[in-house]
């Protein structure tokens, strides 16, 4: 089992950088693939980034590609997501999720078997 707590979230403007970050306790973080996902007030939850095992492969979302960039750190036992050029509509909360099972970067949010408790990414206009 794996607890994941997020950090890293605040208010920025439009056109700033956060970058978000995602620790992982537990044994054998590099068994798990890591995902962010996110989700907006009355919408439902999206993937965003996801990443292997291994850090060797990664997966975005259409409409963060070239601007965010998701990366691990196994040493460390940690997961980031950079993320530039932020506009208004990627506020969200974020999340953090870890998938024990599949070795390559998935999107399907039901692969993933442990979920931190989000941090909020605000960006005004």
């Known amino acids: 089992q794996v607890q994941l707590v997020e950090s890293g979230g605040g208010l920025v403007q439009t056109g700033d950088s956060l970058r978000l970050s995602c620790a992982a306790s537990?044994?054998?973080?590099?068994?798990?693939?890591m995902g962010w996902f996110r989700q907006a007030p009355g919408k439902e939850r999206e993937f965003v980034a996801a990443?292997?095992?291994?850090?060797?492969?990664?997966l975005y979302t259409d409409s963060v590609k070239g601007r965010y960039t998701i990366s691990r750190d196994n040493a460390k036992n940690m997961v980031y997501l950079q993320m530039n050029s932020l506009k208004p509509e990627d506020t969200a909360v974020y999340y953090c999720?870890?998938?024990?099972?599949?070795?390559?970067?998935?999107?399907?949010?039901?692969?993933?078997?442990?979920w931190g408790q989000g941090t909020q990414v605000t960006v005004s206009s």
């Open positions: 999720a870890a998938d024990r099972r599949l070795t390559s970067p998935t999107m399907l949010s039901y692969e993933y078997d442990y």
């Open positions: 990443i292997s095992r291994s850090g060797g492969s990664t």
């Open positions: 537990g044994r054998s973080f590099t068994a798990y693939a």
